[in-house]
């Protein structure tokens, strides 16, 4: 997870929350959306729950958080970090992985696609070595 503005320079994201110098902050729905729960425990890790709560601006989903700071309507917000790859590092602060719970992305194979050679030949590929070094350049871990 990171935290992004394309309108502040977030290189040292910490310091920036604590100054508080900006009016919003995305969060994707916590009750819902991975991203939004580990983004308000970074904030809780801070101590900053009290100071920050009335300026969040809640996405359905993370990828709506990216929409309200891309469109100026947070200046920054709580994303993840495959969704600003290439980014200055000015717009970009990883988000210390002690400060969240850990975010599980998984892949299932469901009953109706378990016939499917389509559908059993993609998760065969989600386990193999190419699969794993494209995740890991899109900044995800993967649990070995």
């Known amino acids: 997870m990171v935290l992004y503005s394309p309108w502040i320079d977030v290189t040292d994201g910490a310091a920036v929350l604590e100054e508080g110098a900006f009016r919003h902050i995305a969060i994707a729905d916590p009750t819902t959306a991975p991203y939004g729960r580990?983004?308000?425990?970074?904030?809780e890790k801070l101590d900053l729950t009290e100071a920050i709560t009335p300026r969040i601006v809640t996405g359905q989903t993370v990828s709506q958080a990216l929409q309200f700071v891309d469109s100026g309507n947070a200046e920054l917000g709580f994303v993840a970090l495959s969704q600003v790859m290439g980014?200055?590092?000015?717009?970009?602060?990883?988000?210390?992985?002690e400060a969240y719970s850990p975010i599980a992305q998984d892949a299932?194979?469901?009953k109706a696609g378990e016939a499917d050679p389509a559908a059993r030949?993609?998760?065969?590929?989600l386990r193999?070595?190419?699969a794993a070094e494209i995740?890991?350049?899109?900044?995800?871990?993967?649990?070995?």
């Open 38 to 43: 580990a983004g308000l425990e970074a904030v």
């Open 128 to 130: 193999g070595a190419e």
């Open 121 to 125: 030949a993609f998760i065969e590929f």
């Open 135 to 144: 995740i890991r350049k899109y900044g995800y871990d993967l649990e070995e």
């Open 108 to 110: 299932v194979l469901l």
């Open 87 to 97: 980014k200055p590092p000015s717009q970009v602060w990883t988000v210390p992985a």
